[in-house]
Each structure stands twice: as structure tokens, then as C-alpha cells.
């Protein structure tokens, strides 16, 4: 196994900072600087960790910062549901965007029926913190197909009072998509935001040129969009459903200079997207859900490249002919090519 195969390895396995440490002793500088870097990561998360403590510190929650090394992760684990709204509620006004962010009976719901929420900061350094709660005994008894999901909680809004209704407005939901022949929505999970010092070395592992077309499917508030263009003189497309995320895209377009012909911020689903003209498909999702996203892409018609980056493995059958360890300032990760 080469050293790029054992790091890519030792990245999808979460022991990249213990495997680099390993290398380095050998004098290996790739390793020295991977095992530099990790280290330099867990410092900041554990401050960010440090800093959220004392957001926390009249409630009945533990604080902790990820110790791989690896991920700008915080963890958070209430002892109470009521702890776990308590500091959500915090973190939002503090700056942290919720996946679901949720008002009245719907974060009622959500909170009774789940068993964490996953927020994320997109200024600066991108952390991420998981709050865990426990589940209410009357959720628990209720089969997973059968608790209200973001797309129940989107349906109508209702009082607070009224939170139990989105168990019987559910079945009510899906009956109606399926009389209008609506396909199911289309949901991968929290939101995530590639590090921007990591944009530059994917452009350039995907060989971005000012001939190629890029879009992002799930652009979020627009980084790699941005970063194609001004970095790669191409065109550059970001596709988001979140409408939160497509108006601060769009703000940031606004103040960028950049030309809106070349550029621009759509606000649809990634999985019915148009990708005629496209030569360049980006993804950030969870490593899951990418052969399946890549089978899709194939499935449509879709022959130029497909370039995505995970910390795990991606898993399936269409296995990518390139992958490489990505190592920016502040962040890594491993990059696949299709």
C-alpha cells in the first residue's frame, strides 16, 4: 500500500491524526504536516467546545469537542429534552444554522419525536455540533414510518399547543403527494459546508478550467460556486431547495462583483435539476448517499466529471477512478472523482 492509499485509508477509518503521528516518526513530511493539522484542528474545536460550555452552563448539558483530529465536530449531550431546546435556541442566536429550524408546534414535534438536532456555524471556521436528548416514551412507542419527518413539519404550520397533530397529519401528507403524483422530497441530511481552504485544492484535483460549467448540487450558501468562478474563470451554477441558504447565497452574490451570466443561485431540487451544458458536478453529502447521487447524475445522461469529498467511505458500486487526500489550511478530507 502507497502512503496516498494509507492515508486515504486512515482518513475514512477517523485515525488519520494517530496513523499520521505513526508515519511521521519515520520522517515522512506528507505525514508530519497531516499530523500537524489534525492537531491544529482538535485545538479549535476544543475552544469552540470551551466557548459553547459557557453558553450552557446553567443547564444540564455536556459539552465535549470530536478527538479525532479530524472533524470541527462538538458534541452535546442533555439530560433533558427542555435542556436541549434551551441551548439550540442559544446557539441559533449566537450564529449556528439548524438544518430544521423549526418555530411552535413543529419544534414541539421535533424535539418529542427525535433524538438530536445537528446546527452548524458557515462564518468562519465551519463546526458543527450534534445535540442529544432523550427520546419521550410516547415517541419511542411510535414505529420510525410513523413519526412526523421535516416534510410533515413543512406542511402546515400550527400553534404550539397542537404539536401532536403532525402524527395525524402524516399519513394525511403523503396520501396527497401521492394523488398528485408528487415524488417524495429529497433530503440527505444536515446541512454541510465545504471548508474554504479546502475549495482551491478541489477545484484543482477536478482540473476546473474556464472552459468547464460547474454546478453544485446543494450549493448551500454558495462557497464553491463562488470560489469556481473567481478562482477558475468558468461558469459556475449552485442549485439549493433551502430557501435560507439560496437568500444568503444570493446576498453574497450581490456583493461579490461577480457577473450574474456567468454566475448564478437557483433555488430547486438537485435531483430534477437540468445538467445539459454541465461538464463539472460537485457534491458535499453524506457518504451514503453519493453512489446512489452518482448513479442518478450517470442515469440522466450526465458523462462529464463528478467530483465529491467525504471523511468516510463512500460506499456502492460505482467506484470513483480517482480519490486523494485533500489538506488545507484549517481542514481535510478525501476527494473522489468520477
Same mark, same amino acid.
Given at each position: 500500500?502507497?502512503?496516498?492509499?494509507?492515508?486515504?485509508?486512515?482518513?475514512?477509518? $477517523?485515525?488519520?491524526?494517530?496513523?499520521?503521528?505513526?508515519?511521521?516518526?519515520? $520522517?515522512?513530511?506528507? %505525514?508530519?504536516?497531516?499530523?500537524?493539522?489534525?492537531?491544529?484542528?482538535?485545538?479549535?474545536?476544543?475552544?469552540?467546545?470551551?466557548?459553547?460550555?459557557?453558553?450552557?452552563?446553567?443547564?444540564?448539558?455536556? *459539552?465535549?469537542?470530536?478527538?479525532?483530529?479530524?472533524?470541527?465536530?462538538?458534541?452535546?449531550?442533555?439530560?433533558?429534552?427542555?435542556?436541549?431546546?434551551?441551548?439550540?435556541?442559544?446557539?441559533?442566536?449566537?450564529?449556528?444554522?439548524?438544518?430544521?429550524?423549526?418555530?411552535? %408546534?413543529?419544534?414541539?414535534?421535533?424535539?418529542?419525536?427525535?433524538?438530536?438536532?445537528?446546527?452548524?456555524?458557515?462564518?468562519?471556521?465551519?463546526?458543527?455540533? *450534534?445535540?442529544?436528548?432523550?427520546?419521550?416514551?410516547?415517541? $419511542?412507542?411510535?414505529?420510525?414510518?410513523?413519526?412526523?419527518?421535516?416534510?410533515?413539519?413543512?406542511? *402546515?404550520?400550527?400553534?404550539?399547543?397542537?404539536?401532536?397533530?403532525?402524527?395525524?397529519?402524516?399519513?394525511?401528507?403523503?396520501?396527497k403527494e401521492r394523488v398528485r403524483s408528487k415524488p417524495?422530497?429529497?433530503?440527505?441530511?444536515?446541512?454541510?459546508?465545504?471548508?474554504?481552504?479546502?475549495?482551491?485544492?478541489?477545484?484543482?484535483?477536478?482540473?476546473?478550467?474556464?472552459?468547464?460549467?460547474?454546478?453544485?448540487?446543494?450549493?448551500?450558501?454558495?462557497?464553491?460556486?463562488?470560489?469556481?468562478?473567481?478562482?477558475?474563470?468558468?461558469?459556475?451554477?449552485?442549485?439549493?431547495?433551502?430557501?435560507?441558504?439560496?437568500?444568503?447565497?444570493?446576498?453574497?452574490?450581490?456583493?461579490?462583483?461577480?457577473?450574474?451570466?456567468?454566475?448564478?443561485?437557483v433555488e430547486a431540487d438537485g435531483a430534477t435539476y437540468?445538467?445539459?451544458?454541465?461538464?463539472?458536478?460537485?457534491?458535499?453529502?453524506?457518504?451514503?448517499?453519493?453512489?446512489?447521487?452518482?448513479?442518478?447524475?450517470?442515469?440522466?445522461?450526465? %458523462?462529464?466529471?463528478?467530483?465529491?469529498?467525504?471523511?468516510?467511505?463512500?460506499?456502492?458500486?460505482?467506484?470513483? %477512478?480517482?480519490?486523494?487526500?485533500? *489538506?488545507?489550511?484549517?481542514?481535510?478530507?478525501?476527494?473522489?472523482?468520477?
Open positions: 500500500m502507497t502512503l496516498s492509499e494509507q492515508l486515504i485509508q486512515a482518513v475514512s477509518d $477517523g485515525t488519520a491524526w494517530k496513523v499520521s503521528q505513526e508515519l511521521a516518526l519515520d $520522517g515522512d513530511e506528507e %505525514a508530519l504536516a497531516l499530523s500537524n493539522l489534525c492537531s491544529q484542528i482538535f485545538e479549535a474545536t476544543e475552544i469552540e467546545a470551551q466557548r459553547l460550555s459557557r453558553l450552557a452552563a446553567d443547564l444540564d448539558a455536556e *459539552v465535549s469537542a470530536d478527538r479525532s483530529g479530524q472533524l470541527h465536530l462538538i458534541e452535546v449531550q442533555a439530560a433533558r429534552r427542555d435542556d436541549a431546546k434551551r441551548f439550540v435556541q442559544r446557539i441559533r442566536r449566537d450564529g449556528y444554522m439548524g438544518w430544521q429550524d423549526f418555530d411552535g %408546534a413543529a419544534a414541539e414535534s421535533f424535539f418529542r419525536h427525535e433524538e438530536q438536532a445537528t446546527l452548524v456555524r458557515l462564518e468562519g471556521t465551519a463546526f458543527t455540533v *450534534v445535540i442529544k436528548w432523550g427520546k419521550s416514551r410516547r415517541a $419511542g412507542a411510535l414505529p420510525r414510518q410513523l413519526r412526523p419527518s421535516a416534510a410533515d413539519h413543512r406542511f *402546515v404550520s400550527l400553534p404550539a399547543k397542537m404539536w401532536p397533530a403532525y402524527v395525524a397529519l402524516r399519513p394525511v401528507r403523503l396520501v417524495p422530497e429529497s433530503i440527505l441530511g444536515p446541512i454541510l459546508s465545504t471548508p474554504e481552504s479546502l475549495l482551491a485544492p478541489l477545484l484543482e484535483f477536478a482540473e476546473v478550467g474556464a472552459a468547464d460549467h460547474l454546478i453544485d448540487l446543494g450549493c448551500g450558501e454558495g462557497r464553491v460556486v463562488f470560489a469556481a468562478a473567481e478562482q477558475r474563470n468558468c461558469r459556475a451554477t449552485g442549485v439549493e431547495k433551502d430557501p435560507r441558504l439560496v437568500d444568503l447565497a444570493e446576498k453574497r452574490l450581490a456583493s461579490s462583483g461577480l457577473d450574474r451570466q456567468r454566475v448564478k443561485i437540468p445538467l445539459d451544458g454541465a461538464s463539472v458536478i460537485f457534491l458535499f453529502i453524506p457518504a451514503e448517499a453519493v453512489s446512489d447521487a452518482v448513479y442518478a447524475i450517470r442515469g440522466r445522461g450526465f %458523462a462529464g466529471r463528478i467530483v465529491s469529498h467525504e471523511q468516510r467511505y463512500v460506499a456502492g458500486g460505482i467506484r470513483p %477512478a480517482e480519490s486523494q487526500v485533500i *489538506v488545507g489550511a484549517d481542514a481535510l478530507t478525501v476527494a473522489h472523482l468520477w
